[in-house]
């Protein structure tokens, strides 16, 4: 049996109380306080406005694994399946004891508790802690460092969350999940460090391609010495990015996070029963690499005025993410006017070269931020279905 079958139950598994895309500390902050004595947690740091860092550590194994979430303030997902991992590892079953004899874990759930609270990719000083590896200037930036260098990590997870631009590859394949081991040189060698976070991605992908066939993607390797993936790996521990992504209509990313869930209760078990090595690396090359092929609506064949003369041309829109009333609303707004036959809508409409006007019979135009736009004077709505 996969592991994947074995938690194929998943709503036995789903932390319930942490859903939809805004989480942050006084979300997580009740959770901490209910997780049982073999939780260690601990306030490990402050933000630059003062907030908690918290860590929590379980475990007693030789193999030591680093996870750390929301980094990037607005990327929740990957915090979700960690409480979701919480809630698994209180399970009494050979997997779970495989993982806690074997290993310990220190997971470091919300890094930048001030992006989370303000739902932005940046903390309060507006910098990405992702290129903050070797300046060190920001205090969450420094707690992690400490982190990695007190707790010697075997293994160091890295988990963000993509935009829903992202396809495996350049077919119409959304990418669900995507993966990297990172560069530790301007060469991007193949060191044997990043041959063994190939390995282990490898292994994830085998098992996750049963579940979303064709929506795993690879990203780009290109070095950056700012970067936390890239300097972990150079200073000799794998280092897996994990990437929560867009699964079909599931703008909450609750599917995806199962995904993410299942992806690192195998990768923990894999680490947890195996002696870690090169073997199968090359199978890392086989998942196809990331492109930017989607829009989040397409709508072909639209007839819009333009230099005074008619013209069929294609609408693409993108939802923009707003933090309105403490949750995440989804904005529409028109990015391109062009034809875009190369891309992919996660929601496609033909207008069957009917006009397209904005609701008040203006012309688009790019920026048009509106949840509706006119064809041939019908309202169109730009929303998405409700899963
Ligand atoms: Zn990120």
Known sequence: MTLSSQFSAYKNHK???????YIHNEMIEPLLKKLPNKFKVDAIGKSVLGRPI?????????KRILLWSQMHGNESTTTKAIFDVFKTLQEPNDVIESILINCTLLFIPILNPDGAHAYTRLNAN??????????LSQPESVVLRQQFDEFKPDFCFNLHGQRTIFSAGNENNVATLSFLSPAEDDKRS?????????HVIAVVNNQLQTKIPNQIGRYDDTYNENCVGDTFQRLGAPTLLYEAGHYHNDYTREKTREYIFLSLMVAMHHIAQNEINEAGFEQYFDIPVNN????????????IIKD????????GFMYQEKLLDNKIHFKPIL???????????????????????TVD???????YENDFVLINNVKFSLLFSKT
């Open 15 to 21: 932390e319930g109380q942490l859903f939809h895309r």
């Open 54 to 62: 918290y860590a929590v550590q379980i475990g007693f194994g030789k």
């Open 126 to 135: 507006s910098i990405d802690l992702n290129r903050d590896a070797k300046d």
């Open 190 to 198: 193949i060191t044997e460090t990043r041959k063994k976070a190939m």
């Open 292 to 303: 930017k092929c989607f829009f989040d609506i397409i709508i072909r064949n639209a007839r």
């Open 308 to 315: 005074g003369k008619s013209t069929i041309t294609d609408l």
């Open 335 to 357: 990015e391109k006017i062009e034809i875009l036959d190369k891309f992919f809508g996660h929601k496609e409409f033909n207008a069957n070269n009917g006009r397209a006007s």
């Open 361 to 367: 019979l203006n012309e688009l135009t790019v920026g």
